[in-house]
């Protein structure tokens, strides 16, 4: 990619792009444990890889810059992506690195174990990102599992021009209060799962919204498995809630959303539209095996988003 007056993607991913090895288990296996299952599937996976071929989904202009190995699971992974429509001609290849991987322990009503195994490649160093990158993109939405590496990346992406996005998790955030603030203050929209919302708010997700806008966040939105998701904003609030389906498996569910969240916001579509269309990224993931499988499914966004539930939700008060 090279610097141009007017970016050329609508939505930058920089982080993680892995190797997804599905286990199906008779129950997840916990401390001094054992469950017995079978390779069911192997797939690409990465919160970044996964958030940018979401806003391509949504119809965003989407790109990734990563980091892999010279092995064979790199090279699928970035063909792969590159397959899905995602530019990863910024992405990094180590030589004779090892790309990253998961192993995923499923149970029989589709929920998981995930174990990151992380090797000496997962991300793009600091310094690997220039700065011409950052202005071809009008959304950057950098891996926030180090806040201090987000950060910098987030003020750097601000200063270029282009909003920011980021996805708060749990262990990331625990412990680590005034980074999340600061990372919120150079953020335009910020996603929290219900584990991140425990950490940051004991649990009350109007209250972490709260937390974050008032840091300076844009928008916030709370995912909440099962039950759908929120979004907010000092001036509204929506919920959605996605239809009944039978739930596969939930790898890559909270990624799908942020990600055809961020494209539809970024194209212009108002707070709620982009909520529907998150909340029906996150249904159809969910519905699939793999975190992008739903992807080669052949259905349209727009076709499932019509079964998307969205109520306005009270206004957040505490700002």
């Given amino acids: 990619m090279t610097s141009a007056a007017v970016p050329s993607v609508d939505v930058l991913a920089v982080g993680d792009a892995s190797v997804d090895y599905f ?17 069911v599937g192997v797939y690409g996976g990465g919160m970044s890889a996964n ?28 063909d792969r992506l590159a397959a899905q429509g995602v530019d990863v001609s910024a992405s990094i290849t180590v030589p004779g690195g090892h790309t990253w991987f998961c192993v995923i322990q499923l149970d029989r009503s589709g ?19 220039s700065d011409d990158l950052l202005r071809t993109a009008r959304v950057v939405a950098p891996l926030a599992d180090d806040l201090d590496w987000a950060i910098g990346l987030a003020a750097r992406a601000r ?11 749990p262990d990331a955030v625990a412990g680590r209060r005034d980074q999340v603030r600061t990372l919120a203050r150079h953020s335009d929209l910020v996603f929290c799962n219900q584990g991140a919302v425990q950490v940051l708010a004991g649990g009350d997700p109007a209250r972490c919204a709260e937390l974050l806008i008032s840091a300076g966040a844009r928008v916030v939105v709370v995912t909440g498995g099962r039950h759908g998701a929120a979004c907010h904003s000092r001036e509204e609030s929506w919920t959605a809630r996605g239809p009944e389906i039978d739930v596969v498996d939930t790898t890559g569910a909270g990624d799908a959303l942020a990600g055809a969240f961020t494209g539809s916001w970024i194209l212009g579509r108002s707070l709620a539209d982009s909520l529907r269309a998150g909340v029906a990224a996150a249904s159809l993931c969910v519905s699939h095996l793999g975190s992008r499988s739903y992807l080669d499914a052949g259905t349209g966004i727009e076709t499932y988003a019509r079964n998307v539930t969205l109520e306005t939700a009270p206004r957040l008060q505490g700002i």
């Fill in 51 to 78: 958030l940018a071929t979401a806003a391509r989904f949504a119809g965003a202009r989407a790109a990734l810059a990563t980091a892999v190995g010279s092995d064979e699971p790199g090279r699928q992974a970035l």
């Fill in 111 to 129: 929920e998981k174990s995930l174990v990151g195994a992380v090797t000496e490649v997962k991300i793009p160093a600091a310094d690997q990102i």
């Fill in 23 to 39: 286990v199906q288990v008779p129950h997840i296996a916990t401390a001094d444990d054992k469950a017995i299952g079978r390779l």
């Fill in 159 to 169: 200063a270029n021009g282009a909003k920011v996005a980021v996805d708060l998790e």
